[in-house]
T-cell receptor, first 115, second 117 residues
Framework: AQSVAQPEDQVNVAEGNPLTVKCTYS??????LFWYVQYPNRGLQFLLK??????LVKGSYGFEAEFNKSQTSFHLKKPSALVSDSALYFC?????????????FGAGTRLTVKP | EPEVTQTPSHQVTQMGQEVILRCVPI?????FYWYRQILGQKVEFLVS????????KSEIFDDQFSVERPDGSNFTLKIRSTKLEDSAMYFC???????????????FGPGTRLTVL
């Protein structure tokens, strides 16, 4: 079955610096990949997704992610971090081999941006 | 911007009791989902619902669980006889079905924290 791994529980960056939140995936077919963010006491908010086409996907709040098939990765990036970006970030995947709605989430990465 | 809403935000119940968690999906959406997140663990898929029937369910979604769309706006998750291990955050999500069932973006509610004592 499909799965994702977020190898870092915590990422700390200084405001204004670039940030990267890592995600790798495992699928039988082709992946549909998603990033969500969770702020305290809020639900999961959709940031961006990769379905097909351009490997660089741009999303909400200045975030982008790059699909790398050879490395089976979909890292989330932002050129200049804001303190308000501090939150919990989840990567998720669906597998075209299964054609279902079962979306598998990673364990989450807590991003802290310090002023 | 339309949002998925969930009530209550926190539910405390005794083991063995029935609970119903309520969700109001985004109004023009066609697919509805429940996920749960046990404290400190991953978000796990429970069930998806389309056209008034379950379309997929995970191994977690056993006979103790049921879902219903009792009217045109609500989508509920019922746990018949709660167990201690049902304590978790339960998220409802919906998607509009326009870009394809598997490629759809799912929009999540804020969650209901269920505590079973």
């Amino acid at each position: 079955a499909q799965s994702v791994a977020q190898p870092e529980d915590q990422v700390n960056v200084a405001e204004g610096n670039p940030l990267t939140v890592k995600c790798t995936y495992s699928v039988s077919g082709n992946p549909y990949l998603f990033w969500y963010v969770q702020y305290p006491n809020r639900g999961l908010q959709f940031l961006l997704k990769y379905i097909t086409g351009d490997n660089l996907v741009k999303g909400s709040y200045g975030f982008e992610a790059e699909f790398n098939k050879s490395q089976t990765s979909f890292h989330l990036k932002k050129p200049s971090a804001l303190v308000s970006d501090s939150a919990l970030y989840f990567c998720a995947v669906r597998d075209t081999a299964y054609n279902n709605n079962d979306m598998r989430f990673g364990a989450g990465t807590r991003l802290t941006v310090k002023p | 911007e339309p949002e998925v809403t969930q009530t209550p935000s926190h539910q405390v119940t005794q083991m063995g009791q029935e609970v119903i968690l309520r969700c109001v999906p985004i109004s023009n959406h066609l697919y509805f989902y429940w996920y749960r997140q046990i404290l400190g663990q991953k978000v796990e898929f429970l069930v998806s619902f389309y056209n008034n029937e379950i379309s997929e369910k995970s191994e977690i979604f056993d006979d103790q669980f049921s879902v219903e769309r009792p009217d045109g706006s609500n989508f509920t998750l019922k746990i018949r006889s709660t167990k201690l291990e049902d304590s978790a955050m339960y998220f409802c999500a919906s998607s509009d079905g326009t870009s394809g069932r598997v490629t759809d973006t799912q929009y999540f509610g804020p969650g209901t924290r269920l505590t079973v004592l």
